[in-house]
């Protein structure tokens, strides 16, 4: 038997060795630079600060405690409530506009494509593009100046208004593609259903659409406020010192603060938050009405 | 019945799509505009697109990201594709827990990845640089890849293997001659968004490049922070462009009947 027959006998008895052998190098690298370095991160998290080295032996939960500092409840508090009205914000928008597109049987493609196009477009870029126009010297001010409208620059950019904007503006996309997506698998002879019943158009869409396309709403959500929650970039490059989301303080505890058990604590509470998310919405997904086949 | 849609409706979602698209137009136009301040439109230049040939910081940066790019898509494309195969074509034991962690990735605040991954480097001692920012990357890339090509291996038809085994073909040689070149176009549109992914990535990278070891969005980043000359529109608008493109040929590929 020579050695391609010999590897070949040996997969035929064992079937599992097979999916095992096809898993292995991609599961043992995220198991090595995925898991383990999140259960080593959760370690940290509980363990005393080093005076020269990051950690030292032993348990505490000091770090955790520290979060009830007003200081920290505060940013958590700005963190919840920034991802939430983002992700409010990107339905109000999104809703409409995946309607449209939904519902415009000729344009339809392209409508999409200009939504995913932004979607996949550099991250880093877009903040710049919102700096670009909000700074002092930028174009919304340069422009409202030289309407004779104001005489001195309005401070748009490094507040809260600037971090919101670009939250929705990077995240908008998120919101769209899920809510589309059960827009346009609807079944409309339900909508005739209804007219022919004596629904006006309103009612129709209360009664049947909204509800039909509720699974789309909940991803939609979703996708917007998990990244928006373990947000950096946006608060960094636009929010500047005094608008400090998690994601800043975490990324100041690794860098100027050096305290890394507490940086890996606000890190493991940004991961739960997350995970309870990802969780809730699955269980939505699960009971909601025409919701287990909807992404 | 009638599906006229209403007016505010195409209104409102015209200020949303220029909402969407107005401050990247604005960006593009204004990298070839000849004033270094200010934001009136005072003549067209390729200025600023010179002036980044002149930077040694950019091209470096370019060329950290190429390798780093084209290393991590390798490794993720070949590992990606390999869990994309036995998802679909296998039962094991562990299936659905299995599933579950491959989209943990996915929904990870990118933030987390960066430190986690920062702490186990610096416990094992590995130096920091381009081999861990290209561990990195193929760590968060893998996922991605597993989704693209799952999709594709779920809408292919298996009678054309079904049929070479028939014929006498061992497992080896089936797969090389009949299921790679089906999935190929799978397995490029996973790897493009692979390589999109680790072109543009700021966050984890900044974790775990160390000094000295700077990918292009690290650049750019330093830029934004420090000046205001319109070379940064510039720069941009290279990336932009080249994003646009390999997501184009991401997304015909992926639509693309199997050879």
């Known amino acids: 038997m020579n050695l391609r027959q010999r590897i070949l006998g040996f997969y035929h008895t064992r079937k599992d060795a097979t999916a095992w052998t096809l898993l292995a190098p991609g599961v043992l690298w995220l198991v090595v630079f995925f898991l383990a370095p999140i259960l080593i991160m959760l370690g940290y998290s509980v363990m005393p600060r080093g005076l020269f080295t990051p950690v030292k032996a032993g348990f505490t939960l000091e770090h955790y405690q520290r979060f009830f500092d007003p200081l920290y409840l505060q940013i958590l508090w700005r963190t919840f409530a920034w991802s939430l009205g983002a992700t409010v914000i990107c339905l109000l928008m999104g809703y409409p506009l995946a309607y449209l597109i939904a519902r415009s049987w000729k344009w339809r493609n392209l409508l999409m494509f200009l939504v995913v196009l932004p979607f996949w477009t550099s991250f880093l870029v877009r903040t710049f593009a919102m700096i670009f126009l909000m700074r002092d010297t930028g174009l919304i001010n340069a422009t409202l100046i030289s309407l004779g409208l104001i005489t001195e620059p309005i401070p748009l950019l490094y507040t809260p208004f600037a971090v919101m904007v670009g939250l929705v503006y990077g995240f908008l996309p998120f919101m769209v593609l899920p809510i589309y997506a059960s827009l346009e698998k609807l079944d409309l002879s339900l909508l005739e259903a209804a007219e022919v019943l004596g629904a006006r158009p309103w009612a129709r869409f209360v009664r049947v659409t909204f509800p039909l396309s509720l699974p789309g709403v909940v991803a939609g959500a979703l996708l917007v406020f998990i990244p928006a929650l373990g947000s950096f970039l946006t608060s960094d490059l636009l929010g500047g010192a005094k608008q400090v989301m998690i994601g800043n303080l975490i990324q100041n505890q690794f860098s100027a603060a050096r305290n890394w058990p507490f940086g890996s604590a606000a890190s493991f509470i940004v991961m739960a938050l997350v995970l309870v998310a990802v969780v809730w919405y699955l269980r939505i997904r699960d009971t909601a009405p025409g919701g287990a086949e909807a992404k | ?259």
């Not at chain 2, 599906?3 to 200020?15: C, D, G, H, N, V």
């Not at chain 2, 390999?82 to 996915?106: C, D, W």
């Not at chain 2, 990195?136 to 085994?165: K, T, W």
Request: aromatic share 10%; glycine share 6%.
């Open chain 2, 1 to 259: 019945m009638s599906t006229k849609l209403p007016r505010w409706l195409i209104a409102f979602s015209a200020l949303v799509y220029l909402f969407l698209h107005l401050p990247i137009v604005v960006l593009v136009i204004f990298s070839f505009n000849d004033s270094k301040y200010a934001v009136s439109w005072t003549g067209f230049t390729w200025a600023w697109y010179q002036r980044l040939l002149e930077r040694e910081d950019i091209l470096r940066g370019l060329e950290a990201s190429l390798i780093v790019g084209a290393a991590s898509t390798l490794v993720s494309a070949v590992f990606g594709t390999l869990i994309a195969l036995a998802l679909a074509r296998h039962r094991f034991r562990g299936r659905t827990a299995l599933e579950a962690f491959l989209y943990v990735p996915l929904v990870t605040p990118e933030i987390v990845v960066g430190i986690s991954l920062l702490i186990l480097f610096v416990l094992l001692k590995v130096p920091l640089g381009l081999a861990t920012i290209t561990i990195a990357h193929i760590a968060f890339s893998i996922s991605f890849v597993v989704v693209v090509v799952l999709a594709r291996l779920q809408g292919m038809d298996r009678n054309l293997e079904e049929a070479a085994m028939t014929l006498g073909a061992d497992e080896i040689t089936t797969f090389w001659k009949i299921t790679v070149p089906q999935l190929w176009p799978g397995i490029i549109s996973g790897a493009l968004l692979a390589f999109t992914m680790s072109f543009d990535d700021y966050v984890i990278t900044s974790f775990v490049s160390g000094t000295g070891s700077s990918t292009l969005p690290i650049v750019v980043y330093t830029m934004v922070r420090r000046n205001i000359e319109p070379s940064i529109n510039a720069i941009s608008t290279i990336i932009l462009v080249a994003t646009a493109v390999l997501i184009y040929l991401a997304d015909r590929l992926g639509r693309e009947k199997g050879a």
